[in-house]
């Protein structure tokens, strides 16, 4: 791993550690919750959330009834999780690069397991488990520089036909700070469309001038020959 690759996950356990989470919320992501039903994702198909954190959206989806696999990090955020659920944390099961947590089903919520490490080290033969994805906080967390293999991660731990959707972002002010990054339109086509068919379904502007964009994305089939 490159020495700006272990500075920038140094940063993320620093946020977690000095509560520096602004980020963070509890709530669902309206966009979410508005534009998930567009997806064809079958009843009961098990939902991958990139760098998840300790999002509201988690419990949203399993609510649903989707089983979620969320992918994050840092475990103090994983904790924080189960601690809002008024669940004491499971002991780990040890996986390769990574610690395992299940929260079993409940009535009303399916089952979300966390799988906490690097989610550049998941190994593409998870792509048997995953039926669909949602990414609201992962691109736009990475450097321009680490966007591309983030890019290329996701399609590899997707098979053909698999949907999702991810949240780019766009502001007025300082469109080179972050995180949150500025992903452009024209950046998410280079990044995802030899990949994957993209389709903008809508956007979201605060208060603060950034304007959240949703998009819905398919596994494309790999080119015959």
Known sequence: MSSSSEQGNQQWFERW??????????????????????????PGAR???????????????????HPVLGVELVEEAVRGWFEAQEEALPPAAPRTNFDRFDSCA?????????????????????????????????????????????A??????????????????????RPDEGPPYVVTDEEMQRLFAANFVLEKLGEQRDERGMTDIV???????????
């Open 17 to 42: 550690r000095e509560g520096r989470i602004g980020f963070h919320s509890d709530s669902v992501q309206p966009l979410l919750a508005r534009h998930w039903q567009s997806l064809a994702v079958a």
């Open 47 to 65: 939902v991958l959330l990139p760098l998840c954190g300790k999002s509201g959206d988690i419990g949203w989806l399993a609510r649903q009834g």
């Open 106 to 150: 409940r009535p009303g919520r399916a089952a979300v397991t966390f799988d906490v490490g690097n989610f550049f080290h998941l190994e593409a033969g998870l792509s048997d488990e995953i039926d669909a994805f949602y990414d609201r906080a992962a691109l736009i967390a990475l450097p321009e520089a680490a966007r591309q293999r983030y």
């Open 152 to 173: 290329l991660k996701l399609a590899e731990l997707c098979r053909p036909g698999v949907e999702g959707l991810l949240i780019s972002v766009v502001r007025d002010e």
């Open 215 to 225: 998009w819905r994305m398919q596994r494309k089939a790999p080119l015959s020959c």
